[in-house]
């Protein structure tokens, strides 16, 4: 469902995760009916939060190598400049 955004057959795959008494998969199949139609629409869209997530993990990245070296203003220059 995940590479093919096939989120219409998520009703059956929670039916059938339910019935298989795993208990891990059970509750996580359960959990999943918490917010239903958000978990249908990231099944579905092709929307995603890559580019995002790559520059949070830059910035992290950056903030990493500095640690105990200077302060905010140094930081603020490193992640504007590269």
């Known amino acids: 469902?995940?590479?093919t955004l096939s989120g219409a057959h998520l009703p059956e795959w929670i039916a059938?995760?339910?019935d298989a008494d795993l208990p891990g998969i059970s509750s996580f199949a359960a959990g999943l009916h918490g917010d239903?139609?958000?978990v249908t629409?990231?099944?579905t869209t092709d929307?995603?939060?890559g580019p995002v997530e790559g520059a949070v993990n830059r910035?992290?990245?950056l903030k990493r190598q500095m640690f105990g070296r200077a302060g905010f203003?140094?930081?603020?220059k490193r992640v504007l400049l590269s």
């Open 1 to 3: 469902m995940l590479t």
């Open 36 to 38: 239903f139609a958000a």
């Open 41 to 43: 629409a990231g099944l």
């Open 59 to 61: 910035i992290k990245m």
């Open 16 to 18: 059938e995760a339910t």
């Open 73 to 76: 203003a140094l930081l603020r």
């Open 47 to 49: 929307w995603n939060s």
